[in-house]
Nanobody, 115 residues
């Protein structure tokens, strides 16, 4: 069993920055995929950024050039650096990891962009 705990969310003004963290603990075997997703009220969950098993980064069109995903392989921590935040980035952000073929999700952290 793997537990994912996100942190770093909060209230930020438009144009501001935040860094989200996702700490993985438990029986961590081979991590095939890691990613950040978000879900705004009354909208479907969408992929924000991901790192596949070959280390390739991918980003949603709406965040390209503003968000950066990275991973601390030694500590099994996933990060999402967010800059140039916009009100439309407001959502609950979820961490996702596929470990030894099993899909795990964190509980989510709220990001609110508002003046």
């Amino acid at each position: 069993q793997v537990q994912l705990v996100e942190s770093g969310g909060g209230l930020v003004q438009p144009g501001g920055s935040l860094i989200l963290s996702c700490a993985a603990s438990g029986s961590i075997g081979s991590i095939h995929f890691t990613g950040w997703y978000r879900q705004a009220p009354e909208k479907q969950r969408e992929m924000v950024a991901s790192i596949n098993g070959r280390g390739r980064n991918d980003y949603g069109d709406s965040v390209k050039g503003r968000f950066t995903i990275s991973r601390d392989y030694a500590g099994n921590t996933l990060y999402l650096q967010m800059t140039g935040l916009k009100p439309e980035d407001t959502a609950v952000y979820y961490c996702r990891m596929m470990v030894s073929g099993v899909d795990y999700w964190g509980q989510g952290t709220q990001v609110t962009v508002s003046s």
